[in-house]
């Protein structure tokens, strides 16, 4: 199985915003509920957010509480992409951030995420 792609990180500032981008080379990915998970240095692998697959035009979300009302996960099928938008970034966002399907574990490489204070 070939893993999924993220990009989009970076090194930003306290309070400024990030989108990440997931997306699958070769292969359609609307048949996937897709969640995005981070992980900070010495720190396990935690949940950040699920989109379900896209069988309606809004998808069930779910959020980790520590990103609920920061955090937007959204699909555009048109485009195979699956996207994680990061608003109010706070230092302890700083992590690798990967996404992958649902019950899958072909892990990516992720995209790292670096909030200043």
């Known amino acids: 199985q070939v893993p999924l792609v993220e990009s989009g990180g970076g090194l930003v500032q306290a309070g400024d915003s990030l989108r990440l981008s997931c997306a699958a080379p070769?292969?359609?990915?609307?048949?996937?509920?897709i969640s995005w998970y981070r992980q900070a240095p010495g720190k396990d692998r935690e949940f950040v957010a699920s989109i379900a697959r896209n069988v309606r035009t809004n998808p069930y979300t779910y959020y980790a509480d520590s990103v609920k009302g920061r955090f937007t996960i959204s699909r555009d099928n048109a485009q195979n992409l699956v996207y994680l938008q990061m608003n109010s970034l706070k230092p302890e966002d700083t992590a690798v951030y990967y996404c992958?399907?649902?019950?899958?574990?072909?892990w990516g490489q992720g995209t790292q995420v670096t909030v200043s204070s």
């Open positions: 992958i399907r649902n019950g899958y574990n072909d």
């Open positions: 070769g292969r359609d990915i609307s048949p996937f509920a």
